[in-house]
């Protein structure tokens, strides 16, 4: 679908196109508020419904639930995942009412 700017914006035009939608319906309880990957291999998601949820890539477009976590930060809103020079894992962190950092296994 095609985003057209308002009226006297200072922006370009976008245009997008979906490729495929996917849905798996025990991944998350409520909206996702939030999806990051983790690596070429991986991808991370968050929820109203108070789970972190690690996903792994099989043949795309298809992934398969990892892990999940749940959060002690209430009302989860995003979540960003951050390389640090000195470190091979990845941390995730979420922030909601308040922050919760987790630290990928891999």
Known sequence: SEVEAPAGA????????????FACETA?????TGVQFVDDNSFVSVSADGRLNVWAFQALPRFRLEESHLLSVADP???HVMRSAD?????VVVNGLGIEVFTASH
């Open 87 to 91: 470190s091979r894992r990845p941390q």
């Open 10 to 21: 200072e922006c370009g035009r976008l245009v997008l196109e979906q490729q495929e939608a």
């Open 77 to 79: 809103q995003s979540l």
């Open 28 to 32: 998350h309880a409520a909206s996702v």
